[in-house]
Nanobody, 119 residues
Framework: QVQLVESGGGLVQAGGSLRLSCAASGSMFIFRFNTLDWYRQAPGKQREFVAL???????NYTDSVKGRFTISRDNAKKTVYLSMNSLSPDDTAVYYC???????????WGQGTQVTVSS
């Protein structure tokens, strides 16, 4: 079992930066050897993929955040981060982290953290 808790959201002006954290509790093995994702959901929209980092440190991003967002992980701390720069009002959303246990195909989600970017 894994529990995920996001933090670091808040209100920021356009052009500003935030760093989100997602701390996991539970199995270090599950954390260390699986892919972690960040998703976001804006009001009235479906939840969308933002970024992922696999167990080898390979990353992938949705086009709209490439060059502005950076995903990273600290396995010793069981934490995944999302550094966000050059924020725009279009980035306003609730941000969620997800861990997928590949051995059981179980997806674990955090409760989300609100990011609001003012113009």
């Amino acid at each position: 079992q894994v529990q995920l808790v996001e933090s670091g959201g808040g209100l920021v002006q356009a052009g500003g930066s935030l760093r989100l954290s997602c701390a996991a509790s539970g199995s270090m093995f599950i954390f260390r050897f699986n892919t972690l994702d960040w998703y976001r959901q804006a009001p009235g929209k479906q939840r969308e993929f933002v970024a992922l980092i696999d167990s080898s440190g390979n990353t992938n991003y949705t086009d709209s955040v490439k060059g502005r967002f950076t995903i990273s992980r600290d396995n010793a701390k069981k934490t995944v981060y999302l550094s966000m720069n050059s924020l725009s009002p279009d980035d306003t959303a609730v941000y969620y982290c997800k861990l997928t246990d590949s051995t059981t195909a179980t997806a674990y989600w955090g409760q989300g953290t609100q990011v609001t970017v003012s113009s």
